[in-house]
């Protein structure tokens, strides 16, 4: 597996810096090695990541001749035999390579050669005599590559997009007709656009000639899709002779793909295609063949599983696992929300182009976790497309029969069907109303492309396949796999994408791949005595996917602030005001919109901070961003990353940004702890107990010094007011709080700070006089407005009481909803505080719970601290010494909890008794 990159009407002198440019862009896809040529008008450029005779196959390859040369990204896994023909034909090697064979198999049989080939290809071939370029992909379009004109003549071309901006070739800008598909139809990669207007992707079966003027001439060299047709017209039954052909046809596409001089791994998802691939080659290992050499004496596998959600399929991988016993070793990643806003630019980075759904989000983690171990890994990607898969495909079988088959197959696909129309019937019974996604579009850009339509077959079960094999479906799905696997210099190789196996399922008649309710029919008697019965007998897809539904819940104040953010308000695409309104709604539990359609508007305006918008001054004139190095490094997978275009989750022992760990004097260490965000109900003791439990078992993870810091002394847990006041409930956003004439009126008086409305609001003014009652907001006002004749402050706060003081209005540096919400005083702080601290007590360990001092309920900003209740072993004077710059932070931080440590009781003895006071701010 490599990248490719090059062009056409260069001259070299000015040619070779433009690909060493375009190699770099891709160095991810071959760390193994680089290679470049450039003669007349044409340049090629090569990154290799060795797989196959891991000293030869260097390229560019020259032709015995000097004529032809070649530049290739792929695996033609039947190159042992191809290079025993074209030997018998004359042709001499010299490695133990494939890619001496693609290029003899090109200077041989021309186009016909592509067809010959078994595997995956991307693959330009420069005629150095013609001064052409010629490109192609395998028939499936496995593997990618994408051109670009820079509209003087000259052509680029790359296994990646981001390598054409490296060369010049175009500016990043959007095209317009494809975001709009991808949002209103939920589709993309299925025509030669691409996100990027001016760049184009070579399509599946497809050769281009480059011409020296700049010409590109695109044609269909495979005859497989007519193949196909021809087969689908004139099936042959599917009987027991079929099975075992079916099930010969795949052992040897599965035996094909294992040819590597590198670790082989694969893929567990948990479901049949997976499971097939596992168990197949188990079986291959148990026999001692020969062909799995590269896997090893144990086969690793890699499953992403989430355990506790409704998506977890760990329970499959485990009963495959106890399948194979000791000759599997399984490796488990468990992706989270809060690691995924860590990876989340680099992530959209990877991908270059908006994806479908966070699902690819959980193969990028399994591919991270496989490149610690293997080079290769297979998959069961394209099963679903070849068997019918998806649930959606039982219908369009269903329209497909005649006569007295369709009740029979109704009878048998009730559950199915039943899976289909449950989020349906679910809508209807509590009345909630779907939402299009045209309703949440920009109008002027919804109306200009209202007419824009994606057709899909409806009635012919074969017919559809074909077009989701090669348009609808797979080729996304295909680009995922792509960017992930080389994302960390992982070759990924897909077993079912086999053209052999393609037209051995397609000569079969339609019963082959669904028949009496089941789907997967062939595949399912090939692997009966194969798979555990939990796994052979599935009828719920998932997938390599992750529990959207409940991330999104967990991860909604960081997609709000996106939403609410002025870039996305400033797009064309998106009606801010209605998206909005659908994610509270949604939030809330009365939404009509599904996450999927959050996810692609979120994923765009992704996209077009990371590849349209202007990058910020900091960033001018560098390639890497100045992401700070301790996010870099929980990453753990380089860096890359702008911190100002989206809030990333901080390590728990590091402060937040513009804080220190240390107060000035030294007396105490603050350790801030990010929580999700904090809701009405939620049980704050609890979620206190989990965080600094979190906190504590990290310690061997960190940094001895920082260790030192976290144990030093006694510690304490302070703890924002704000989210007890939300977690009692006591929050209201300020568009259902009736603000009264007074309210209006006193709060003109109020002078706001950059540090918050306090009650410069009338919202919050109107809770103020309910909270203390109007007489007494009266007297207050009076006596504040006194003070500041003689110049004395914060007058009005004693009269009115600390509670009134704890009145917090919305701010825009705020977190949602916040942001948004006016909010009261928590209700009896000092019992909040005794509460956290006997749940504390209880349940961490004695080392740690011996050390603990007590529970400060704090409200505090960059003005001043007001301690609002405690059962801590110090006065307030001692503890707000350590709240002294607000370590917790003023913006979206997320961090409401702070475990704070006395270093060896410095400035602390001698504070033990005392009155509480009040530091004010302002």
Same mark, same amino acid.
């Given at each position: 597996?490599?990248?490719?990159?090059?062009?056409?009407?260069?001259?070299?002198?000015?040619?070779?810096?433009?690909?060493?440019?375009?190699?770099?862009?891709?160095?991810?896809?071959?760390?193994?090695?680089?290679?470049?040529?450039?003669?007349?008008?044409?340049?090629?450029?090569?990154?290799?990541?060795?797989?196959?005779?891991?000293?030869?196959?260097?390229?560019?390859?020259?032709?015995?001749?000097?004529?032809?040369?070649?530049?290739?990204?792929?695996?033609?896994?039947?190159?042992?035999?191809?290079?025993?023909?074209?030997?018998?034909?004359?042709?001499?090697? #010299?490695?133990?390579?494939?890619?001496?064979?693609?290029?003899?198999?090109?200077?041989?049989?021309?186009?016909?050669?592509?067809?010959?080939?078994?595997?995956?290809?991307?693959?330009?071939?420069?005629?150095?005599?013609?001064?052409?370029?010629?490109?192609?992909?395998?028939?499936?379009?496995?593997?990618?590559?994408?051109?670009?004109?820079?509209?003087?003549?000259?052509?680029?071309?790359?296994?990646?997009?981001?390598?054409?901006?490296?060369?010049?070739?175009?500016?990043?800008?959007?095209?317009?007709?494809?975001?709009?598909?991808?949002?209103?139809?939920?589709?993309?990669?299925?025509?030669?656009?691409?996100?990027?207007?001016?760049?184009?992707?070579?399509?599946?079966?497809?050769?281009?000639?480059?011409?020296?003027?700049?010409?590109?001439?695109?044609?269909?060299?495979?005859?497989?899709?007519?193949?196909?047709?021809?087969?689908?017209?004139?099936?042959?039954?599917?009987?027991?002779?079929?099975?075992?052909?079916?099930?010969?046809?795949?052992?040897?596409?599965?035996?094909?793909?294992?040819?590597?001089?590198?670790?082989?791994?694969?893929?567990?998802?948990?479901?049949?295609?997976?499971?097939?691939?596992?168990?197949?080659?188990?079986?291959?290992?148990?026999?001692?063949?020969?062909?799995?050499?590269?896997?090893?004496?144990?086969?690793?596998?890699?499953?992403?599983?989430?355990?506790?959600?409704?998506?977890?399929?760990?329970?499959?991988?485990?009963?495959?696992?106890?399948?194979?016993?000791?000759?599997?070793?399984?490796?488990?990643?468990?992706?989270?929300?809060?690691?995924?806003?860590?990876?989340?630019?680099?992530?959209?980075?990877?991908?270059?182009?908006?994806?479908?759904?966070?699902?690819?989000?959980?193969?990028?983690?399994?591919?991270?976790?496989?490149?610690?171990?293997?080079?290769?890994?297979?998959?069961?990607?394209?099963?679903?497309?070849?068997?019918?898969?998806?649930?959606?495909?039982?219908?369009?079988?269903?329209?497909?029969?005649?006569?007295?088959?369709?009740?029979?197959?109704?009878?048998?696909?009730?559950?199915?069907?039943?899976?289909?129309?449950?989020?349906?019937?679910?809508?209807?019974?509590?009345?909630?109303?779907?939402?299009?996604?045209?309703?949440?579009?920009?109008?002027?850009?919804?109306?200009?492309?209202?007419?824009?339509?994606?057709?899909?077959?409806?009635?012919?079960?074969?017919?559809?396949?074909?077009?989701?094999?090669?348009?609808?479906?797979?080729?996304?799905?295909?680009?995922?796999?792509?960017?992930?696997?080389?994302?960390?210099?992982?070759?990924?190789?897909?077993?079912?994408?086999?053209?052999?196996?393609?037209?051995?399922?397609?000569?079969?008649?339609?019963?082959?791949?669904?028949?009496?309710?089941?789907?997967?029919?062939?595949?399912?008697?090939?692997?009966?005595?194969?798979?555990?019965?939990?796994?052979?007998?599935?009828?719920?897809?998932?997938?390599?996917? #992750?529990?959207?539904?409940?991330?999104?819940?967990?991860?909604?104040?960081?997609?709000?602030?996106?939403?609410?953010?002025?870039?996305?308000?400033?797009?064309?695409?998106?009606?801010?005001?209605?998206?909005?309104?659908?994610?509270?709604?949604?939030?809330?539990?009365?939404?009509?919109?599904?996450?999927?359609?959050?996810?692609?508007?979120?994923?765009?305006?992704?996209?077009?901070?990371?590849?349209?918008?202007?990058?910020?001054?900091?960033?001018?004139?560098?390639?890497?961003?100045?992401?700070?190095?301790?996010?870099?490094?929980?990453?753990?997978?380089?860096?890359?990353?702008?911190?100002?275009?989206?809030?990333?989750?901080?390590?728990?022992?590091?402060?937040?940004?513009?804080?220190?760990?240390?107060?000035?004097?030294?007396?105490?260490?603050?350790?801030?702890?990010?929580?999700?965000?904090?809701?009405?109900?939620?049980?704050?003791?609890?979620?206190?107990?989990?965080?600094?439990?979190?906190?504590?078992?990290?310690?061997?993870?960190?940094?001895?010094?920082?260790?030192?810091?976290?144990?030093?002394?006694?510690?304490?847990?302070?703890?924002?007011?704000?989210?007890?006041?939300?977690?009692?409930?006591?929050?209201?956003?300020?568009?259902?709080?009736?603000?009264?004439?007074?309210?209006?009126?006193?709060?003109?008086?109020?002078?706001?700070?950059?540090?918050?409305?306090?009650?410069?609001?009338?919202?919050?003014?109107?809770?103020?006089?309910?909270?203390?009652?109007?007489?007494?907001?009266?007297?207050?006002?009076?006596?504040?407005?006194?003070?500041?004749?003689?110049?004395?402050?914060?007058?009005?706060?004693?009269?009115?009481?600390?509670?009134?003081?704890?009145?917090?209005?919305?701010?825009?540096?705020?977190?949602?909803?916040?942001?948004?919400?006016?909010?009261?005083?928590?209700?009896?702080?000092?019992?909040?505080?005794?509460?956290?601290?006997?749940?504390?007590?209880?349940?961490?360990?004695?080392?740690?719970?011996?050390?603990?001092?007590?529970?400060?309920?704090?409200?505090?900003?960059?003005?001043?601290?007001?301690?609002?209740?405690?059962?801590?072993?110090?006065?307030?004077?001692?503890?707000?010494?350590?709240?002294?710059?607000?370590?917790?932070?003023?913006?979206?931080?997320?961090?409401?909890?702070?475990?704070?440590?006395?270093?060896?009781?410095?400035?602390?003895?001698?504070?033990?008794?005392?009155?509480?006071?009040?530091? #004010?701010?302002?």
């Amino acid at each position: 597996m490599c990248g490719i990159a090059g062009y056409i009407g260069i001259s070299a002198f000015w040619g070779e810096p433009v690909l060493r440019r375009m190699a770099d862009a891709q160095v991810h896809r071959g760390p193994d090695g680089d290679g470049y040529l450039t003669d007349g008008l044409i340049g090629l450029a090569h990154r290799r990541l060795a797989v196959l005779d891991r000293a030869g196959g260097n390229q560019p390859l020259h032709s015995a001749d000097g004529r032809w040369v070649l530049s290739y990204n792929g695996e033609v896994y039947n190159y042992r035999q191809l290079r025993a023909e074209l030997s018998d034909l004359g042709h001499r090697f #010299t490695t133990e390579c494939d890619t001496e064979v693609v290029l003899a198999a090109w200077v041989q049989w021309g186009r016909a050669a592509f067809d010959r080939f078994n595997g995956m290809f991307a693959l330009a071939i420069a005629d150095l005599e013609r001064g052409e370029v010629v490109l192609a992909r395998d028939q499936f379009g496995i593997k990618p590559l994408y051109l670009a004109e820079d509209g003087d003549g000259r052509v680029f071309f790359a296994s990646e997009i981001r390598p054409l901006f490296a060369a010049g070739a175009v500016t990043p800008k959007p095209d317009d007709r494809t975001i709009y598909r991808y949002l209103r139809f939920r589709v993309h990669d299925d025509t030669p656009r691409t996100f990027f207007h001016g760049v184009t992707r070579l399509m599946p079966g497809e050769i281009a000639l480059l011409t020296s003027d700049g010409a590109i001439q695109r044609s269909t060299y495979t005859r497989l899709y007519d193949d196909m047709d021809a087969l689908a017209a004139a099936p042959t039954p599917y009987d027991r002779s079929a099975q075992e052909r079916f099930r010969t046809v795949l052992d040897r596409a599965i035996r094909a793909r294992l040819v590597s001089d590198v670790p082989v791994g694969t893929a567990l998802s948990g479901g049949l295609d997976s499971s097939t691939v596992v168990a197949s080659i188990h079986y291959m290992l148990a026999s001692a063949e020969d062909t799995c050499r590269p896997v090893g004496a144990t086969q690793q596998t890699f499953s992403a599983v989430f355990p506790g959600e409704r998506n977890d399929e760990e329970r499959y991988v485990d009963a495959v696992a106890a399948t194979c016993g000791e000759a599997l070793q399984v490796h488990k990643v468990r992706p989270t929300p809060d690691r995924f806003l860590v990876d989340l630019r680099d992530f959209v980075r990877t991908q270059e182009e908006p994806v479908i759904s966070t699902a690819p989000y959980a193969q990028y983690c399994v591919m991270r976790e496989a490149s610690q171990h293997v080079t290769v890994m297979l998959d069961g990607q394209g099963a679903d497309e070849l068997l019918a898969g998806y649930l959606p495909y039982y219908l369009v079988h269903l329209r497909g029969l005649r006569g007295g088959r369709v009740a029979g197959e109704l009878l048998r696909s009730v559950d199915v069907l039943w899976r289909l129309g449950r989020t349906r019937l679910t809508d209807v019974a509590g009345r909630r109303r779907r939402t299009p996604p045209v309703n949440l579009l920009g109008r002027t850009f919804a109306e200009t492309y209202r007419y824009e339509r994606f057709p899909s077959v409806r009635n012919d079960i074969k017919a559809r396949l074909t077009a989701d094999l090669f348009r609808h479906s797979l080729p996304a799905l295909l680009r995922y796999e792509d960017r992930n696997s080389m994302r960390f210099s992982v070759e990924g190789r897909v077993p079912f994408l086999d053209a052999a196996l393609v037209r051995t399922v397609w000569s079969f008649d339609p019963s082959a791949i669904i028949h009496h309710g089941w789907n997967k029919r062939a595949l399912r008697d090939a692997t009966v005595d194969l798979l555990p019965r939990l796994v052979h007998r599935r009828r719920n897809k998932i997938g390599f996917t #992750t529990p959207e539904d409940s991330w999104f819940q967990r991860i909604k104040n960081d997609v709000y602030l996106i939403f609410a953010s002025r870039s996305f308000g400033a797009r064309s695409y998106f009606d801010q005001p209605a998206v909005l309104q659908a994610f509270e709604d949604y939030v809330a539990g009365r939404g009509g919109v599904d996450t999927m359609t959050f996810w692609r508007m979120l994923n765009i305006e992704l996209w077009l901070r990371e590849f349209i918008d202007p990058r910020p001054a900091s960033d001018a004139g560098t390639s890497e961003s100045a992401e700070p190095a301790r996010v870099a490094a929980q990453r753990g997978t380089g860096s890359d990353t702008d911190q100002s275009a989206d809030p990333l989750p901080k390590p728990d022992f590091v402060p937040n940004q513009g804080k220190e760990l240390l107060t000035p004097g030294g007396a105490w260490a603050r350790f801030p702890l990010r929580t999700d965000l904090i809701a009405a109900g939620d049980d704050v003791p609890v979620l206190a107990v989990n965080r600094v439990g979190e906190f504590y078992k990290q310690g061997a993870e960190v940094p001895f010094a920082v260790q030192q810091l976290a144990t030093a002394g006694p510690w304490y847990l302070f703890v924002s007011e704000k989210v007890v006041a939300v977690a009692q409930g006591r929050i209201f956003k300020v568009a259902d709080i009736r603000s009264g004439a007074w309210a209006r009126l006193l709060s003109r008086g109020v002078r706001r700070t950059p540090y918050g409305i306090g009650l410069g609001h009338p919202a919050t003014m109107q809770l103020a006089i309910e909270e203390a009652g109007l007489p007494r907001i009266l007297a207050a006002a009076a006596v504040g407005a006194a003070g500041k004749v003689v110049r004395r402050r914060g007058l009005f706060y004693r009269v009115a009481g600390p509670a009134v003081r704890a009145i917090d209005g919305p701010t825009e540096y705020s977190a949602y909803p916040a942001n948004i919400s006016a909010k009261l005083a928590p209700r009896d702080p000092d019992r909040v505080a005794r509460d956290i601290s006997s749940a504390i007590r209880a349940a961490l360990p004695a080392e740690f719970a011996e050390r603990f001092g007590g529970t400060v309920i704090i409200d505090a900003n960059d003005l001043g601290q007001d301690i609002l209740g405690q059962d801590a072993d110090l006065p307030d004077a001692a503890l707000v010494e350590a709240f002294v710059d607000n370590p917790l932070g003023q913006a979206r931080e997320q961090t409401p909890f702070a475990v704070v440590v006395a270093q060896h009781q410095r400035g602390v003895a001698g504070h033990r008794g005392g009155h509480r006071v009040c530091h #004010t701010g302002g």
